[in-house]
Structure formats: structure tokens, C-alpha cells
């Protein structure tokens, strides 16, 4: 690794802990270290109050482009810790030289009472009026029915335009040649084309009939 790199970000979810005190699945959480570089890194776990919490493996190593979670649990959820801060700092060091790379400090409390997940924040929500069902758009199976009925039509509109050039090149065809006499039909001048002009229809007849036999 470049050993000119002195400083990386260091990439940590979440960025906060919250413990609540009557909460008891909140007194263990997880916290994840990210690498998102080509190296690997090692990386280490402190805390301005260990006597409050453990941390399940504080220091290891993290291959290139991976993550490792590490278990934080609060070990004294009593009244007297809440409403107090502590902090975890993670640091990145090189794998090679433990040459310390970045650090991220994560911030953590406990709380005595747990958020109500169904409270509106202080916002004023409320429920939408139902609208008419006959103002209610169609379901979605229906809308795709009319997708499909519409590339349907636009494969209907392509054929019969096959339909028609093929007719065209057919009559053509049976039109006289401008080298035949005028006296051996009753076909006027004006309507007899030359002999490159039906080898022109003839190869549009076949690509007309590839378009409409095909399977």
C-alpha cells in the first residue's frame, strides 16, 4: 500500500447508539466497519467509559472491500448512567505497520424510555379520503393488458402493410416488360416497367412473404 496515504475516511453504521434503560434487546447492538478500498486494514475499538460497556473482539483486521460487525453491550443500563454520553472510537490502521490511517468516534447514550415507533413526531398526519371507485385508476394487470394489446395492434398495422407492398409487387410483376411489343398486349405503353423494376418487386415479394408466413 502507498505509505504516502496518511489520512482514509473511516466508514461506520450507525452513527449513533441509543441503549433504552427497560429496553432489554437494546442493551446489545451491532456495530458495522466497512472497507471499501483494494487493501486490507486493521482496525481497533476504544471507549471513553469501558466500565459501562464490552465490546465482543475491540480490534481486528478487514480484507479489501469487506465488512466485519462488531457486538457493543451496555453492561450498566441503571438510572444513574442515563442521559449521559459516552463515545466509541473507531480507528484504521495500516495492516502492515499499525500506522494509524483515519478514526470515526461514535456517539453513545442510554435512554430511559424507548421511542414510540407510532408517534407522528409532531407532524399533523392524516388518513387520505378514500376517492370514488369510479374515479379509481385500473389496476396494474390492467394496464399492462393495455400495453400489450397496443405492441398487439401496432404487429396487426405491420402486417397489413406487408399485405399491401406484397399485392403491389404481384401486380407488378404481372405487368409487361418495357422490352415486349406493344402490339402482343392490350397493356398501354405507360404501364410496362423494366426488367430491373420486377427483379426490384421480386425481392420485396420474398421479404413480404418471410414477414407474413413466418412461424
Do not use: W
Not at 103 to 113: F, G, P, V, Y
Amino acid at each position: 500500500m502507498d505509505q504516502n496515504i496518511r489520512k482514509i475516511p473511516v466508514f461506520v453504521f450507525p452513527t449513533t447508539l441509543n441503549f433504552y434503560l427497560n429496553a432489554r434487546h437494546t442493551h446489545k447492538q451491532l456495530l458495522t466497519l466497512y472497507n471499501p478500498y483494494d487493501f486490507p486494514v486493521r482496525f481497533k475499538v476504544l471507549c471513553t467509559a469501558p466500565n459501562k460497556y464490552t465490546v465482543i473482539d475491540p480490534d481486528g483486521s478487514i480484507g479489501p472491500q469487506a465488512c466485519v460487525d462488531i457486538v457493543v453491550r451496555h453492561t450498566f443500563p441503571i438510572v444513574a448512567n442515563c442521559s449521559i454520553t459516552d463515545k466509541f472510537r473507531i480507528t484504521m490502521q495500516d495492516h502492515s505497520t499499525r500506522k494509524v490511517l483515519g478514526k470515526r468516534d461514535i456517539e453513545a447514550k442510554l435512554l430511559q424510555t424507548e421511542p414510540d415507533n407510532n408517534s407522528n413526531d409532531g407532524d399533523n398526519f392524516v388518513s387520505l379520503p378514500q376517492a370514488d371507485r369510479a374515479d379509481r385508476p385500473p389496476p396494474m394487470q390492467y394496464q399492462y393488458t393495455m400495453q400489450s394489446n397496443q405492441r398487439l395492434g401496432t404487429t396487426y398495422t405491420a402486417n397489413y402493410l406487408a399485405i399491401l407492398a406484397g399485392i403491389v409487387s404481384i401486380f407488378a410483376l404481372l405487368l409487361p416488360t418495357k422490352e415486349e411489343k406493344q402490339e402482343m398486349t392490350q397493356i398501354p405503353n405507360y404501364l410496362h416497367i423494366s426488367v430491373n423494376f420486377k427483379l426490384v418487386f421480386a425481392y420485396v415479394l420474398g421479404l413480404v412473404s418471410m414477414v407474413v408466413f413466418r412461424p
